[in-house]
Every structure is written in C-alpha cells, then in structure tokens.
C-alpha cells in the first residue's frame, strides 16, 4: 500500500474574508436566511496511522489556516487508548511510518503537553486521543474537532481499494476494532459489495449509538489503480457523498483514459444519470486534504496542504447543522476557488464569484439529458502495474460512459480581476444541473511538482447538483 509522500511546509490556506448568503431559497418566503460559510476538511491522518504528524499537530495547522471545522479520520483507528505510546526513531522508516526524532523534537518544543518518557532503553511518546483534542481545541462556534475513522479495507489479495469515511461517531465499527491498518476481505468480495458491507455497517454503529449526527462518503474512488468504478456508487443508493478531490493519494496516469482528464466527472456524472433517471438520490461531493504531511514538520518541499476542502452553509457550527445542510445540498467542494453565492431556487442554479487580483474564472454549467444512454458504451483494458502480489496493480477492465453524460451546456467567462456571475435554469429534458467553476490559476499540486493525479490542472470549484423541483 503506498501513497505519494507529499512533504510539507506549505502556506496554510488563507480564511475566507465573505460570509455569503448561500443555499436553496425557501419556496414558501421566496427568501434565504442568512447564514454563514463554515469551511472544513474531514481526512486527515496523524501517527495513529500513517500520518506523519502528531495528532494535535494535525488540528492545530487547519485551526491556524483559518479553518472551521476538522475530522481526525485515520486508518481503521479511532485513537482514545490513553495510554498509547510510540517508539521515537532516529529516522522514519516503514509503514505505518515510525516516528522520527526530527518531528519528535519539534512536537516537544511546540506543544507543552507533550508527554514521553524513557522505556526500554528508548524514547517513548504518547498521542494524545481523540477526546483531548476535542477538549482543548473546539469552541462553540469558532472552531470544531470531531471524531472519525477511514474504514480502510482491500480485496482478499491486497490488489483492489475500498475506503470510506465517517465523521462525528464516537466509536470504531466493531469489525474494525481489532483490524490492521488495511482488513483484507474474503476472497470473491466486489469492490460493489464492500462499499454497501462498510455503509451497512456505519449505519448500525450510528442506530446503537442514538443516530447520532454523522456524515459517510466514498474516499478517492480510482485510487489505487480505477479500484471503484462508477457502477460501484450506482449499485449503493444509499452513499451520498464521494470525494470529487483528494489531494492525498497517488492516483493512475489519467492518460490512460480516452477522456478529457476530468475522470472524478466523468465518475460522478454517470452515477448520477443513473440514479435521476431510476428517481435515487443524487450523489453529492466533498473536497479533502487525506493530509499525511503537515506545515508544522518543516519538511524541505512544498505540499498542498489546505488546497482540497468542503464549504457547508449552515446555520450554526456543530454537527446536526452541518450535517444536515449537507444534505439538502447546501455545500460546495473546493480546490482553491472560493465562491460568493450559490443560489438554486427549484429550476435556476445562480453562482458568482468573487473578484481576485489577477485571476480570472470560468463557470461551467453541466448537465445530463434524460434521452441520453447511461450504459457503459465500451470498456478500456488498462495494463497491469508493477508485480501483482508484490505491491503491483494488476489489469483493469474499466468502463467508459457517453460524452454526452455530464455535458457542458453553458459556459460563461470572466475578466481579470473582475467578479463573475451566471445562472442556469433546468431545460424540460434536464435531469438535474450542477457548476464548476475554473480559476486560471495552476492548481498548487501541480505547482509543486505532481503529476500523475487524478487532480484538476487549475484552482477549480464544484456545486453540487440539483434537480426540479
């Protein structure tokens, strides 16, 4: 299992300066209430997994990049073993990472609570839990830490992916309590199977603990080589939400696929044709980090920390509220374009942006037709990668839509400098409409030497998308 290794010491995002009105107006008032943008990020690793930070390293750099909101969600662990210590290194080494002198220094020097210890004629130093973090770094309505866990599982041979998070429950899913960092599966499972088996299974923990308010979505769907295919989403109505952007995870060559590079579209569109036409509900999008380094470890290369995130319009900072408003639609992903207003009144979605020095935007207006075919039209055999069963990827058959899923059918530009605004309203034959909005700013992962990722080019934006009602 290997992930790029992104090293840190990136510029922390910078915090929203607007607080737009922003969401559904109410067919009954014909009015908005006024709420708040609530910007947050719900992946991020630290040394309970494979995180290269201690765990108040990690909240602490997204509270200081002007954040609202953060989940801690490391592999298959919920860290709450108060008495959880790691062996400090000289240097990292192995996976799940060692930890390594040089952050252990930086950690003791930052963070006064830092407790270690001498054992075994080692260092030693203790995590601080989920629980603590909460404690010493949420504030009703200025900052929130919730608790989270990526179900982090693979086929019966280690060669096909299938993670998913969940935010805001306060326990692991039994089946994972006792797992390694990855939980092989029985052999003949489809990755189809797992995704419903890993759903099934964050609904009962959330039933046996009240219902509590929480959030589930589908991680990096083609990481690690197409492993989770569109059919995968079509097959589980009840996933709401998937990662349109990772920043996190290596990806396969997008050159591989006869498309236009926009594959997380492509993906995200053909599940939803299927599921407007067949009356499921539609597929919502989120944006992450999947952070693993971080500002703070002062590493030698620049990361795109702080560049892939969720922006909620809510009405109060806490989980029900959010949550909710995610629900109903009223979000927006994000890899570095933030927007003034989204406004869909049951048959126009409005979107503006925000003048930026410098910078122009693009709002891009997509839809799918409903005489349009949603079947898969042909298929592209992608090669096997490396050795399978040595940490290699084997041959894909992976499915291909219609061009004509997820077309663009408006585009309007802006200056400069200058704000930009458009709106779109549902044709007779629309099934639904969502936006993406393009800066001409290079994306910063790609500014900082990637490649090889299933990661928009530029600064981009998406809405979610929205039917008639």
């Known amino acids: 299992m290997t992930r790029r290794e992104f090293s840190a010491a990136a510029v922390a995002a910078q915090v929203m300066a607007f607080m737009p009105l922003f969401g559904r107006v109410s067919p009954e008032t014909g009015t908005r209430?006024?709420?708040?943008?609530?910007?947050?990020?719900?992946?991020?690793h630290t040394y309970w997994?494979?995180?290269?930070?201690?765990?108040?390293?990690a909240v602490r750099s997204y509270r200081d990049a002007g954040y609202d909101f953060c989940a801690v969600t490391d592999h298959n662990r919920m860290g709450e073993n108060r008495d959880y210590w790691r062996k400090v290194e000289d240097v990292e080494k192995g996976w799940p990472p060692t930890v390594c002198r040089r952050n252990f220094d930086i950690y003791r020097k930052e963070f006064p609570w830092a407790e270690s210890r001498e054992a075994n004629g080692a260092m030693e130093v203790r995590l601080q839990t989920l629980t603590e973090l909460i404690e010493r770094y949420s504030r009703p309505d200025k900052f929130l830490v919730m608790r989270g866990m990526e179900i982090t599982r693979c086929d019966a041979d280690y060669q096909r992916h299938m993670h998913m998070n969940y935010v805001n429950l306060d326990a692991p899913v039994p089946e994972i309590e006792k797992a390694w960092l990855v939980q092989g599966m029985p052999r003949g499972w489809t990755e189809s199977q797992l995704v419903r088996h890993a759903r099934d299974e964050v609904k009962a923990l959330a039933a046996s603990l009240g219902n509590s308010p929480h959030l589930c979505f589908l991680n990096h769907p083609h990481w690690r080589y197409y492993d989770v295919v569109a059919q995968d989403a079509i097959d589980n109505t009840d996933v709401r939400f998937f990662e349109v952007c990772n920043n996190g995870a290596d990806f396969p060559p997008v050159g591989l696929m006869p498309d236009d590079g926009l594959y997380c579209d492509r993906f995200w569109d053909a599940v939803n044709a299927v599921r407007a036409k067949t009356g499921q509900p539609l597929l919502y999008a989120v944006a992450n980090d999947d952070c693993h380094f971080y500002p703070c470890t002062k590493t030698d290369n620049a990361s795109p920390f702080g560049e892939a995130y969720t922006v909620v319009h809510a009405d109060a900072l806490?989980?029900?509220?959010?949550f909710a408003a995610m629900e109903r639609g009223d979000s927006y992903a994000s890899c570095g374009v933030d927007l003034e207003d989204v406004r869909f009144d049951g048959k126009t979605l409005h979107v503006s942006v925000p003048a930026k020095k410098g910078v122009a935007y693009t709002i891009k207006f997509i839809t799918t037709k409903q005489g349009v075919d949603t079947s898969v039209v042909h298929t592209v055999e992608v090669p096997s990668a490396g050795k399978p069963g040595q940490g290699g990827r084997p041959a894909r058959t992976v499915p291909v839509y219609s061009k004509e899923v997820g077309r663009m059918v408006k585009i309007v530009s802006g200056k400069k400098g200058e704000p930009v605004a458009a709106d779109y309203s549902l044709a007779s034959d629309d099934l639904y409409v969502r936006a993406r909005i393009e800066s001409d700013e290079t994306a910063p992962f790609y500014s900082s030497g990637g490649k090889y990722h299933m990661h928009p080019k530029c600064s981009t934006a998406w809405t979610q998308p929205y039917q008639r009602s």
Do not use: E, I, V, Y
């Open 33 to 44: 209430q006024k709420k708040r943008w609530f910007k947050g990020n719900m992946h991020c």
């Open 49 to 57: 997994s494979d995180g290269r930070a201690f765990p108040d390293q």
């Open 318 to 322: 806490t989980p029900a509220a959010l």
